[in-house]
């Protein structure tokens, strides 16, 4: 089973940034497409970012959008997620995966991966 090791949650201010990783354990992480997820309390998990194989198509939802940006370091096996001006709004867990395919914004198909979750919460 593919295994990612994820990092990089915590609390932090209104407006403030967090930068999440994932690192592929044991496995290339250049063949597959890659995206994340988040989970709210109470809420479905719903996508946030997609990021084609070839590295060349990305999308993310209109909620993050000129916000988040969605990147990969193939040398590094590791993917990446930079929130910048957090909202009290993107307070969630966050997951990465891998595998399947990027359908706009949202990896779909079958997912070989995925990360533990990472806490997020945007609070004064």
């Known amino acids: 089973q593919l295994q990612f090791v994820e990092s990089g949650g915590g609390l932090v201010q209104p407006g403030g940034s967090l930068r999440l990783s994932c690192a592929a354990s044991?496995?290339?992480?250049?063949?597959?497409?890659i995206g994340w997820f988040r989970q709210a309390p109470g809420r479905e998990r719903e996508a946030v970012s997609c990021?084609?194989?070839?590295?060349?198509?990305?999308n993310s939802a209109d909620f993050v959008q000129g916000r988040f940006t969605i990147s990969r370091d193939n040398s590094k096996k590791t993917m990446y997620l930079r929130m910048n001006s957090l909202k009290p709004e993107d307070t969630a867990v966050y997951y990465c995966?891998?595998?399947?395919?990027?359908?706009?914004?949202?990896?779909?198909?079958?997912?070989?991966?995925w990360g533990q979750g990472a806490q997020v919460t945007v609070s004064s």
């Open positions: 044991g496995w290339t992480l250049e063949y597959y497409a």
């Open positions: 995966a891998a595998g399947g395919y990027c359908s706009d914004y949202q990896l779909l198909g079958t997912i070989q991966a």
């Open positions: 990021l084609s194989r070839r590295a060349n198509v990305t």
